[in-house]
């Protein structure tokens, strides 16, 4: 039989991981230090499955549900498993102390991962005993829908780690993406970091409004950057491809490098500016609404993408 896998920490990342591994067919144990935040973890990802179910992208909500199963305690929850995923709090502190505590308690084979979005391991992970078992394995969000993993070895971590991990990512359905070295903020979120600083100083200079913005990428990039990447998109924009393109537009792109400010802090003015025009668009109250038509285009999107790949090819 299958060993377990273990989440700790069930809030926004931790329960989306838990539908990823109970979803592939693994018994999956959720622990969460707060009181009561296994339980309403559960509440939400029974509205997730059955949105799966709808949309047809699981056969059964309630199959993927009953592999789930709270646990009272940490040890409970790193009993027998085979891997681990830590989703606590983005703080180097707590992540090292939750790593210290599991790594005393999960059995001595398994892999220990932590959802980490932007600090690099080595900066919590260098002083754990079984650090050569340790890594990042930070996903896109929500897992269950962008199944992106980036894979980031601190210089502890064990090729034999990395490749467990590589390979149980593949298996659940992930995209695995291994980083070669420890960056900040990893690849996602620096690529993410170069649109959303340059959009925030675009409203900032007047340039144009934050729902116009909103549609340029939803209406141009967006729609080629769903199916290709940057790379992709470069080779297949220029008659001879990507050495033809940076021939004829490299130094466009320099000439507009040196006058973007991405690296500048984020003016009060511009931000109020963004959350009013954010806000009337969808109130408050409704975001969490707007979540959920996010989750469920992203749903479609799945799908026809699935259709794409069958009718043309990846």
Not at 47 to 71: H, K, Q, Y
């Amino acid at each position: 039989m299958t060993r377990p896998i273990g989440i700790v920490g069930c809030g926004l990342i931790g329960r989306a991981w838990a539908i990823v591994f109970a979803r592939a067919g693994y018994a999956v144990l959720l622990y969460d230090a707060e009181v009561g935040a296994v339980e309403r973890a559960l509440t939400v990802i029974d509205g997730n499955l059955s949105d799966l179910e709808r949309g047809g992208l699981i056969d059964s909500a309630s199959a993927v549900r009953v592999r789930m199963r709270p646990c009272a305690a940490l040890d409970a929850a790193l009993a027998d498993v085979i891997y681990v995923q830590e989703s606590v709090f983005e703080d180097r502190a707590l992540k090292a102390r939750v790593f210290a505590e599991m790594d005393a308690l999960a059995p001595p084979d398994a892999v220990l991962a932590s959802s980490c979005s932007a600090i690099p391991g080595s900066q919590f992970l260098a002083d754990i005993p079984g650090r050569g078992r340790c890594l990042i394995a930070h996903p896109a969000n929500p897992p269950y829908l962008m199944p992106v993993v980036e894979l980031v070895p601190t210089p502890h971590t064990g090729d034999a780690a990395v490749e467990r991990c590589y390979r149980l990512m593949e298996e659940v359905g992930q995209v695995p993406v291994v980083l070669k070295k420890e960056v900040p903020g990893f690849v996602m979120n620096r690529l993410q970091a170069g649109v959303v600083n340059e959009a925030v100083q675009l409203v900032q200079q007047g340039v144009m409004s934050p729902d116009d913005i909103d549609k340029v990428m939803r209406y141009s990039l967006g729609l080629r950057w769903s199916f290709m990447g940057p790379f992709e998109t470069m080779d297949l924009n220029a008659p001879a491809g990507f050495q033809d393109y940076a021939t004829r537009y490299g130094k466009s792109y320099e000439a507009m490098g040196r006058t973007m400010r991405g690296g500048e802090p984020w003016d009060p003015a511009a931000v109020a500016a963004v959350e009013a025009a954010r806000r009337q668009l969808v109130p408050a109250d409704k975001v969490g609404d707007r979540q959920a038509w996010r989750d469920r285009r992203l749903m479609a999107l799945l799908r026809h993408i699935a259709a794409s790949d069958r009718d043309f090819g990846r």
